[in-house]
């Protein structure tokens, strides 16, 4: 087994679709970034990288890399999702906490969640997001951005 952790934060901007989890969600701002910004996915990705001793998104994929401009997130976590199997390694369990002051996020949860579980592979059990406001402190608590801490456990695939 293997432990990995992750972390991103993007500012909120309009003109921009809010992805989280590799879903849509109505908003009037969404998160800034050279991919969709979908912090939960980034930091998703993040611990798995971790987890597997490869670094972070950022050696994978540069945001100097023009051809990576408004990538799908779901599409990198895929990529290293599948670096993960080749590797021979399978999720054991993923908890992520997703901080965001606004929009209310509470019914889109279980979304997010089945999202998660499906992108990865694993069985839903195996998936716990938590989402958590800021109490107005700071910018994420004014409503300025939003942030998302993961880990991951990583267990070698039975063979």
């Given amino acids: 087994m293997r432990v990995g952790q992750g972390y991103d934060s993007h500012r909120l901007v309009p003109g921009r679709p809010l992805m989280l989890a590799g879903e849509r969600i109505p908003n009037d701002r969404g998160l800034e970034g050279h991919s969709d910004g979908d912090v939960v996915l980034h930091a998703v990705a993040d611990a798995i990288l971790g987890a597997l001793g490869e670094g972070d998104l950022g050696r994978h994929f540069p945001s100097s890399d023009a051809a990576l401009e408004g990538a799908a997130s ?9 670096m993960m199997r080749e590797a021979g390694w399978r999720i054991g369990n993923l908890d992520c906490t997703l901080i965001a002051q606004a929009p209310r996020l509470a019914p889109h949860q279980s979304a997010m969640e089945a999202s998660l579980a499906s992108l990865l592979g694993a069985p839903g059990e195996r998936v716990n997001l938590k989402i958590k406001s800021n109490d ?7 409503g300025e951005g939003m942030a998302a ?10 063979r």
């Fill in 74 to 82: 779901r599409d990198l976590l895929a990529r290293v999702t599948t």
């Fill in 149 to 158: 801490l993961a880990v991951v456990l990583i267990e070698a695939e039975e």
């Fill in 136 to 142: 107005g402190l700071g910018s994420l608590g004014r």
